[in-house]
């Protein structure tokens, strides 16, 4: 079972960025879809961006954070970011990072059954 460990969640003005890590046990990250997923109470775990299995670095990301969000890997660190800039409120939750083995993001959506190893999860607040 492959490890992830989600961290650089806080509080940030409007506007503000952040980037989120997630380290993984896996010395092969590039075997492994990367999402990232955001949840907030009483509301279902919705996804935000992806980054596909192979050596071509398709990405996706959902509508409401093109632009704005970058999702990125290194191997070598065995670490996946998501870069966020231009913070909204609406963008506050749990982010949580998630893994699926040598899938593609075009064809996995952000269908979470589709993603087998999650990690605990990191806050993100955006407010003045």
């Known amino acids: 079972q492959l490890q992830l460990v989600e961290s650089g969640g806080g509080l940030v003005q409007p506007g503000g960025s952040l980037r989120l890590s997630c380290a993984t046990s896996t010395r092969t990250l590039d075997s492994f879809a990367i999402g990232w997923f955001r949840q907030v109470p009483g509301k279902e775990r919705e996804g935000v961006s992806c980054?596909?299995?192979?050596?071509?670095?398709?990405?996706n990301y959902a509508d409401s954070v093109k632009g704005r969000f970058t999702i990125s890997r290194d191997i070598a660190k065995s670490t996946a970011y998501l870069q966020m800039n231009s913070l909204k409120p609406e963008d506050t939750g749990v982010y949580y990072c998630?893994?699926?083995?040598?899938?593609?993001?075009?064809?996995?959506?952000?269908?979470?059954?589709?993603?087998?190893?999650w990690g605990q999860g990191t806050q993100v607040t955006v407010s003045s």
């Open positions: 998630a893994a699926a083995e040598w899938a593609m993001c075009a064809e996995v959506q952000f269908d979470t059954d589709e993603f087998d190893d």
């Open positions: 980054i596909s299995s192979g050596s071509l670095n398709l990405t």
